[in-house]
Every structure is written in C-alpha cells, then in structure tokens.
C-alpha cells in the first residue's frame, strides 16, 4: 500500500476505520509525508502510538479522526499541524502528555483548531488546567467535547477560569476566552461527597454553560 | 443600552456580555469571586476604571438604574452599589463653599444665556410677524383694488344703458 500511496499526489482522502493498524500506522504515516492528503480516518483501529504524526508533515490536512483506539501516545508536540480545523480523539488514552501535545499547538496563533474532541481519555484536572491554559488567547477553537473524563472541581474550575476570570475588569475583557461556544461535559461525582464540594461543584457547572451560552450570543466584529 | 456604555469603559465591542453578567451585577460577581478564590469589594472595581472616563462610567450608573428595560439590569448593578458604598467619602472630600460658588457662576451665566436666547426669539417672532401682516396688507390692498374696479365698469355699464334707452324713447315720440 506504501509505494499507491507514495504515488497518488491527488489523494485527499483517506478511511481505513476497522482494520488493525497497529502494526501499519507507523508505515502509512511515513507514506503519507508531503502528500496533499485533507481527510484522514482511522477510527477503531487498534491504533496505540500516534507519536509518528509529529515525524511527517502533512501541510494540507484538516481533519483527522482517531476515535475508539487506544491511543496513549501522540507524541511531544502537535504545533506544526496548524492547517488542520478538526481533531477527534474520542475513547482513547492521551492523558497529561496528550494534552500537553495538543496544547501545544492551541497556542500557536495560527492555528485553525475549531473542533477538538476528547471524549473518554482519562483526562485530569491537571491535563484540562493545560488545556484551559493553552486556549486562554485562542480565538480558533469554537467547540470542545470533553465528557467521560475524570474531571473533579479543579478541572471544572480551570474551565470557569477560561470562560471568565473575574480577578479584574481587563482579565474578564482581555485574557478570557470568548471563542468558546459548544463545551459539551458531564459532571462526575465529586471523589469527596462534601456538601460544600457539591454545592461549589454545581455553581461551576451553571457558570460554565452561562457563559459558553453568552459566547454564542455574542457578536463578534 | 449596556453596550453602548460598555463602548465608553473600553473601545472595543468584544464580549460586552460577558463582562456585564460576570463584573457588573453585584450577585454574579459575588458568587464568581467566591468560587474562584477572589476577594470580593464593591471598591475594588472603581480603582480600574481610568479616571477621564468615570463621570461617562457614572453617568451610565444612573441610567442602568432607572432605565434598564433590560432583565440583567432589573438587579442592582455592581456600580450602583459601588457608588452608595463610597458617596459619603467622596461628599466629605467635596469643597462645599467654593463648590457653591462656581454653582452660582454657573447659575449666572445660565440665567444671561436664558435671555440671550429669548431675545433672540422675540426679534425672529417679530420678523416674522411683520412679514406676514406685510403680505397680508399687500393682498387686501389688491383686492380692493380688483373690487373697486369691477364696480366703476359696471357703472359705466349702467350708464350707457340709461342713455340708449332715453334716446329710444325721444325717437319713438317723434314718429
């Protein structure tokens, strides 16, 4: 398949869900390196190492699907894939480095992330504190889905702090983020069933869908 | 309305909303500081606004107090309460003599400005007057002009037909 795909300057799409590639991930990557490819699908297959994405590049692609694999590594850094407008990592493993990588390339100011899930990764409030971090100047990134993740209240609070961090007039005007209009979450049942975390857990999970919905009402110039 | 005050805070129209419902009503901003660990003063948020732009800020006070049609603003707002808290320091502050006197000045020149500008519509009423009773007197005039000439003509009329009639009668005595 290697050497078709080497030589198909004029593919732009490519679906190889449900096949096993943990083996020919790595292979098909390679082949795809310089190539004009858009689209690539990989869902449900067994794939466990993505890190290979960050040895090509793929100046052309804009969306990339790796749902249900069992992903624990997509490598150090996602930046140079700034073209690229949708990402879904569903049911994967990504965890801290996974974020960390993701945020990476969040903060480039050329990024055209507008879609971004990460449903079902065993993310923490540590590695959504790197993603809410890396999104604070993001103006791309218009829909997040992050449910089914082992998010506690200083995760969701990460996310308030995003949405709206009321310490000033200018960190509410300048440094939140008001891009953000889809956040679609659950709450997890807090680790400690204190009835002040519960109580501070549910005016976070009001606040955040206050203020996403007030980004979508919002006109922006 | 809010959003055209919010203009005048910052010139820029990002996310006013936001930042109406999380700094400028009092029970958000309270509940927001308190989950994010802040320390919550109705003064704290007067020290961020630049001074050029506080009376245009507390002008607008005023007016998302008693004017708000709009349901964020039937709360009180952060600003309102912000300004009763700090009223008595900022009337203790205030120079009562000399700030009744520049109240008097003012008075003054408002009261000279009042009469300048009712002169100045009197002599326009005037003008106007005088043209139009001048247009007026010129239409009669004309009118009694075009009447008094209709009656001579008809008097002439009249006359004439006495003297054909008169010379009738005299030829019919004759034959």
């Known amino acids: ?221 | 309305m809010v959003h055209y005050c919010l203009y005048h805070i910052k010139q820029t129209t990002a996310s006013p909303l936001n930042l109406v419902y999380a700094q400028l009503i009092s029970q958000h901003r309270k509940k927001l500081c308190d989950i994010q660990g802040i320390e919550y003063s109705y003064e704290s948020i007067f020290s961020e606004i630049d001074p050029p732009l506080l009376p245009e800020v507390l002008s607008f006070v005023a007016l998302a107090q008693f004017r708000g049609k709009n349901s964020l603003l039937q709360t009180q707002t952060e600003l309102f309460r912000m300004l009763v808290t700090v009223a008595p320091d900022l009337s203790s502050i205030v120079n009562r003599p000399v700030s009744l006197k520049e109240r008097i000045v003012d008075n003054e020149a408002q009261v000279i400005a009042l009469g300048i500008e009712r002169e100045q519509k009197v002599a326009d009423i005037n003008a106007k007057y005088e043209r139009e009773v001048a247009v007026l007197n010129a239409k009669r005039l004309e009118m009694k002009r075009e009447l008094e000439a209709l009656q001579t003509g008809e008097k002439t009329k009249d006359k004439e037909a006495q003297e054909d009639e008169k010379l009738s009668g005299k030829k019919r005595n004759r034959s």
Request: hydrophobic share 35%.
């Open chain 1, 1 to 221: 398949m290697t050497p078709f795909l080497q030589n198909s300057p004029k593919l732009i799409k490519i679906d190889l869900s449900q096949n096993n590639l943990s083996e020919g991930f790595e292979s098909l990557v390679n082949a795809l390196d310089g190539g004009s490819i858009n689209d690539l699908t990989l869902d449900h297959c067994s794939i466990t190492d993505a890190s290979f994405l960050g040895n090509v590049t793929l100046t052309c692609i804009k969306k990339i699907s790796l749902w249900n694999n069992n992903i624990q590594n997509i490598g150090g850094d996602m930046s140079s894939y700034t073209t690229l407008e949708s990402l879904n990592l569903d049911k994967n493993r990504i965890g801290v480095d996974g974020c960390r990588a993701i945020a990476h390339l969040l903060q480039k100011e050329d990024t055209n992330l507008t879609t971004l899930r990460l449903e079902y990764n065993g993310i923490g409030d540590e590695g959504m504190e790197i993603l809410t971090n890396s999104l604070k100047h993001n103006k791309k990134l218009n829909r997040l889905y992050i449910k089914g993740n082992c998010l506690q209240a200083m995760g969701y609070l990460a996310i308030l702090k995003l949405l709206v961090d009321v310490s000033s007039i200018e960190n509410t005007y300048n440094n939140s983020n008001h891009t953000l209009k889809t956040l679609d979450f659950d709450m997890n049942p807090p680790v400690r069933s204190d009835e002040r975390i519960v109580k501070k857990m549910k005016a976070l999970k009001w606040f955040i869908t206050v203020f996403t919905t007030l980004n979508k009402q919002q006109h922006h110039p």
